[in-house]
C-alpha cells in the first residue's frame, strides 16, 4: 500500500531523469532502512511505526548528526502531520546524513553491480 502511494512520485523522478539525462550521474536511489542499517551495522531494534521506533532513529541520527534533534523539531513545528509524517521526517533526516557522511567516503551499492533499464537509468541504491 505505501509502495503505490509513492509512484506519481517515483514516476515525476523517472521522467524527470529521461528529461535531463545529465542529471542521472547526480541523482541517486537509497533507502532509509539501508542507511540506518548502514550506520549502526544492524537491523533497527524496532519496525518503523512502533513507538519507540521514533526515539531510537533520533538517537542514532544525533550520534553522527549533533543537530539532528534541532533539525526534526523545526521539521515538526513547520509542517502538520498531514502534510509529513515523524517517521518520514527521521528517514529524510537518515538520508542527508548518509549522504553528508559519505562525503568522506564512498557509498555501498546493492546491487554491486550497475543495472540499468529499458530507459538507460541505473537501477542501484546507494547506502
Sequence with gaps: MQSWGIVPKIREVDEFLRANTNMQKN???????????????KPMNYSKKEKQEF???????????PA????????LKSYLRRQVQKDDI???L???VSAL??????FRK????VEV???GIVMQMLY
Design 117 to 119: 533499464d529499458e530507459k
Design 110 to 113: 546493492i546491487p554491486n553491480t
Design 55 to 65: 526515539q531510537e532513529r533520533l538517537d542514532i541520527l544525533k550520534c553522527k548528526y
Design 27 to 41: 541523482i541517486k536511489e537509497s533507502h532509509p532502512e539501508l542507511c540506518f542499517w548502514s550506520l549502526v551495522g
Design 90 to 92: 527521521v528517514d529524510a
Design 94 to 96: 537518515c538520508l542527508a
Design 101 to 106: 557522511i559519505a562525503q568522506d567516503r564512498s
Design 68 to 75: 539532528s534533534e534541532d533539525v526534526v523539531d523545526y521539521a
